[in-house]
């Protein structure tokens, strides 16, 4: 059975920094794409970052995190995380990290991902 479980989310101020894992077992990991995504109130599900499943910094951001937010992945200990600095308010969503089997990581679109995690509610406020 596929399990992927997100940590990491909390409460911080604009500015400031988070840390999310997300451990994942019942699959060939080192086969995946990885790709973190983000659902805030009222709005679609969208693309934050992905990881080609070599790793090798071979990784997508979308345009609104770049710069801010980082994506790696330890093949050895079958998780991917995602490093936030400088957040905003418009950060706040639940994030969600999600596997792309033999992908490239730069999938934007959720439904390519076969396997998602359950969440992990991050809020930043002003």
């Known amino acids: 059975q596929v399990h992927l479980v997100e940590s990491g989310g909390g409460l911080v101020q604009a500015g400031g920094s988070l840390s999310l894992s997300c451990a994942v077992s019942?699959?060939?990991?080192?086969?995946?794409?990885m790709g973190w995504f983000r659902q805030a109130p009222g709005k679609e599900r969208e693309f934050v970052a992905g990881?080609?499943?070599?790793?090798?910094?071979?990784?997508t951001y979308a345009d609104s995190v770049k710069g801010r937010f980082t994506i790696a992945r330890d093949n050895a200990k079958n998780s991917v995380y995602l490093q936030m600095n400088s957040l905003k308010a418009e950060d706040t969503a639940v994030y969600y990290c999600?596997?792309?089997?033999?992908?490239?990581?730069?999938?934007?679109?959720?439904?390519?991902?076969?396997?998602w995690g359950q969440g992990t509610q991050v809020t930043v406020s002003q």
């Open positions: 019942g699959l060939a990991f080192s086969s995946y794409a």
């Open positions: 999600a596997a792309d089997k033999y992908g490239l990581g730069h999938e934007i679109r959720p439904a390519a991902y076969e396997h």
């Open positions: 990881i080609h499943w070599s790793g090798g910094g071979i990784a």
